[in-house]
């Protein structure tokens, strides 16, 4: 409709946002004169405006190396979830500075075969399009700084093509039971509530942020949607652990030289008659510290008897890898800060779950219980590790921890991501 007012021409459109007050107006065609309303701004909810200052305050404040850890934690939380486990075809944002990295999930999606799908924003609308390889290079950045599709580039939107198993959402601020609070454009909750439309195939919606994005509560309007899980790093240490920790090395601190020596000899004993040493082919195995039980010897059996051994190598994000170890190897191997000996970044050696995977996991441990409850050194390596293996029961190795008989104990507080082990060997 368009009118005249003092000389000046205005175009209404149903889809304004405003608020009218009551003047009077002359249709210019016709004569008649109309009552409508003069156009102002809607006031954006003042919690809302208020919370986000708070958490925009709050990623300011962390360091790049906090992000990184954080994101790293997240990253091996969502893979290991088995609704991002279960998917095909998977929903993600290209992040920003002040979001969750979610590059390496990209990466992963891919890697495992699944369709990854980006958000496009274009008037007033959100479509999720294919990413192909590549595509991240070329993609220009909205004015916030967004990577998305080229209005030119045709790729396959996946709500016209078999939707979608998985969304992963952003937000600046979450509460654990799942409210969500996003950047105002109303995006995510338009494109979920359409995604919801149909019970029976909506995807499931996981969210990813900084632990300092968790909050008590989340104004929320009628329009907002709920997701239905939130991953962080929640990394604040479990206080049951850190105590058994220290006492397990006051115990450790405790042994003599003959007294470790002699405790690994009965330990090896056990190892190398045991069924599943006896039938494994390909078998992982650390290499021990000084306050672990001695596992050059089982190396050695390991070549000697001719299987293949891997040992750890730890590449960051709580991730490690079971690579092949070779005659000499172990003199050319530095060790981590942490006193580790493990392969350098470039010497190529097999990747043992690349090419067969594994038969047997001797694992380490800072205590054991007898019926395969672990606490690690809280890194969580063999836990991702040693979950990753499980996804497939009809491949899944046999684990054994191997320990002093101090380290064995009553009880072991366990968290949601701890992996039982199958058997813990210790001379007794």
């Given at each position: 409709m368009f009118l005249l007012l003092e000389s000046s021409w205005i175009f209404l459109t149903p889809t304004c946002f405003l608020i009218f007050h009551i003047i009077w107006v002359?249709?210019?065609?016709?004569?008649?004169k109309y009552r409508i309303?003069?156009?102002?701004?809607?006031?954006?909810?003042?919690?809302?405006?208020?919370?986000?200052?708070?958490?925009?305050?709050r990623l300011a404040a962390l360091t790049q190396e906090e992000k990184k850890r954080q994101s790293e934690i997240v990253f091996q939380?969502?893979?290991?979830?088995?609704?991002?486990?279960?998917?095909?075809?998977?929903?993600?944002?290209?992040?920003?500075?002040?979001?969750?990295?979610?590059?390496?999930?990209l990466d992963h999606i891919r890697k495992r075969g699944a369709a990854a799908f980006v958000p496009q924003y274009a008037g007033g609308r959100m479509k999720m399009l294919k990413m192909d390889f590549g595509d991240e290079d070329y993609m220009p950045e909205t004015k916030h700084g967004i990577k998305q599709h080229a209005k030119e580039v045709v790729r396959e939107d996946a709500m016209e093509s078999g939707g979608l198993d998985l969304i992963i959402?952003?937000?600046?601020?979450?509460?654990?039971?799942?409210d969500r609070l996003g950047h105002g454009g109303g995006y995510y909750d338009k494109y979920l509530s359409n995604a919801r439309a149909n019970p029976d195939v909506a995807p499931k919606v996981v969210a990813v942020a900084f632990d300092c994005q968790i909050v008590d509560s989340v104004p929320m309007d009628a329009h907002d949607q709920k997701i239905d899980l939130v991953i962080m790093s929640d990394a604040k240490p479990n206080p049951e652990k850190a105590a058994l920790r220290a006492e397990i090395d006051k115990r450790l601190a405790a042994l003599t030289e003959e007294e470790k020596k002699r405790q690994s000899e009965v330990v090896f004993q056990k190892l190398i008659t045991h069924p599943w040493y006896q039938k494994a082919k390909r078998v992982s195995v650390f290499l021990g510290t000084g306050t672990e039980i001695d596992t050059r010897p089982i190396l050695n059996h390991i070549r000697d008897r001719g299987g293949s051994a891997f040992v750890p190598q730890y590449i960051g994000g709580r991730r490690m890898r079971m690579l092949r170890m070779e005659k000499g190897d172990e003199d050319l191997m530095p060790f981590t800060r942490h006193g580790i000996q493990q392969h350098p970044r470039d010497l190529v050696r097999e990747d043992a779950m690349e090419n067969g995977g594994l038969d047997?996991?001797?694992?380490?441990?800072?205590?054991?219980?007898?019926?395969?409850?672990?606490?690690?050194?809280?890194?969580?390596?063999?836990?991702?590790?040693?979950?990753?293996?499980?996804?497939?029961?009809?491949?899944?190795?046999?684990?054994?921890?191997?320990?002093?008989?101090?380290q064995v104990v009553d009880y072991v507080p366990m968290d949601a991501h701890d992996q039982k082990i199958d058997e813990v060997l210790f001379s007794e």
């Open positions: 002359r249709n210019f065609a016709s004569g008649k309303t003069k156009m102002s701004k809607v006031q954006p909810n003042p919690a809302k405006t208020a919370l986000r200052a708070e958490i925009d305050s939380k969502l893979i290991n979830h088995p609704w991002y486990q279960n998917s095909k075809r998977i929903s993600l944002f290209l992040s920003t500075d002040t979001e969750i990295n979610t590059m390496p999930i959402a952003p937000g600046v601020a979450f509460t654990r039971s799942g047997l996991i001797i694992s380490p441990g800072a205590a054991f219980t007898r019926s395969g409850d672990r606490l690690g050194h809280g890194g969580r390596y063999y836990d991702n590790f040693i979950a990753s293996t499980r996804l497939n029961p009809n491949t899944a190795p046999k684990v054994i921890g191997v320990s002093f008989n101090c």
